[in-house]
């Protein structure tokens, strides 16, 4: 049986890493610190960690993981922005989760933007107090609006069925389309002129960065509304809260944030908060930040611990690994 390192352990993750993980030939030892250059020698005797996308996994990690022994990387996430590719390469195996929860983060997705149009959260706040007026509540109806769709792979796909359910027009926009559902495929100009929502379901790449710029902005649609579930470095933040100030934006949908490996998935309720756009976007009633939990569902642990521990069982078998994440290759959009 073959012993794994498994950092950044919250509760949820061991539910069905436990479950499951004999089956596969594997023992889990669970740190609840995060892997970076400091903490990759607690890895000490194990062929193979597990990380999640708080985990830095830069040169200096990696060459401490390998000084310690470790061969092999399996992300407990489709996401890789945090893993130093290039510098890996020859030196640590990368595997990761491609799609493990595209129907619950497209969920979370309509769930905001329900949230945000009928303004649920504020009438929740309000209720509590025993204030029932309706002042400020107005939205409006989805059918008929158009929503724009950036990034078309299994989870892009997943919220354009959700919302052609509401009766959206759908314009979509991705460098590989995937036709066959009625959708118009734009370009990223057209797509923010012409759309009431607009929704990013891609990857974090050198292209992808600060897609939502000023210049995006500048050009959408007053009162747009805009989602995130995918990267908070895909938006600018400060270009955000501008055009949030200035009516431009009349709400935001958050459930990533680019500095979020700060304070997602952890309890800072009794430190002080430095980061002033954090703060800010918290701040403001129009805006919904959630803490990252868009894969968040029982179905969605389930199939991350068994695509896991599956990359590893392969890996150590000296099977192919179907999930292996190379250098010279960019993730498809999520």
């Given at each position: 049986m073959e012993t794994v390192a498994f950092f950044d352990t919250k509760s949820y993750d061991k539910v069905w890493f436990d479950r499951l993980k004999h089956r596969h030939g594997i023992d889990l030892k669970y740190y609840d610190n995060r892997l970076n250059r400091d903490t990759a020698i607690m890895a000490s005797g194990c062929r193979a960690v597990v990380a999640f996308v708080t985990d830095q996994i830069d040169a200096p990690t990696i060459d401490m993981l390998r000084r310690v022994g470790v061969e092999a990387v399996s992300l407990r996430s489709a996401g890789y922005n945090h893993v130093d590719l290039r510098y890996a390469e020859g030196k640590l195996r990368i595997f990761r989760v491609p799609a493990y929860a595209p129907n619950a983060v497209a969920e979370h997705a309509m769930a905001l933007l329900l949230c945000l149009n009928r303004k649920v959260h504020r009438a929740y706040n309000r209720v509590r107090e025993y204030n029932f007026s309706l002042k400020g509540l107005i939205g409006f109806d989805l059918k008929g609006k158009t929503v724009g769709v950036v990034g078309t792979g299994k989870i892009g796909l997943a919220f354009i069925d959700i919302c052609l359910g509401f009766g959206m027009k759908v314009l979509a926009c991705d460098p590989q389309p995937a036709w066959g559902r009625g959708v118009e495929y734009v370009s990223f100009p057209d797509l923010c002129r012409r759309s009431d929502v607009i929704s990013l379901h891609c990857p974090l790449t050198r292209d992808s960065y600060h897609?939502?710029?000023?210049?995006?902005?500048?050009?959408?649609?007053?009162?747009?509304?805009?989602?995130?579930?995918?990267?908070?470095?895909?938006?600018?933040?400060?270009?955000?809260l501008d055009a949030i100030k200035h009516g431009k934006v009349s709400a935001a949908g958050l459930d990533v944030y680019e500095e979020e490996s700060d304070f997602f998935y952890e309890d800072v309720s009794e430190n002080v908060i430095r980061d002033d756009k954090l703060k800010l976007l918290l701040a403001t009633p129009n805006v919904l930040v959630t803490s990252h939990q868009g894969f968040l569902t029982d179905e969605a642990l389930r199939e991350i611990a068994a695509v896991t521990l599956q990359n590893l069982a392969d890996y150590f078998a000296g099977r192919a690994v179907e999930n292996e994440v190379f250098a010279q290759g960019r993730a498809k959009a999520l």
């Open positions: 897609l939502i710029s000023r210049h995006a902005l500048r050009i959408m649609k007053e009162g747009v509304v805009i989602l995130n579930t995918s990267r908070g470095a895909l938006i600018d933040a400060e270009a955000l």
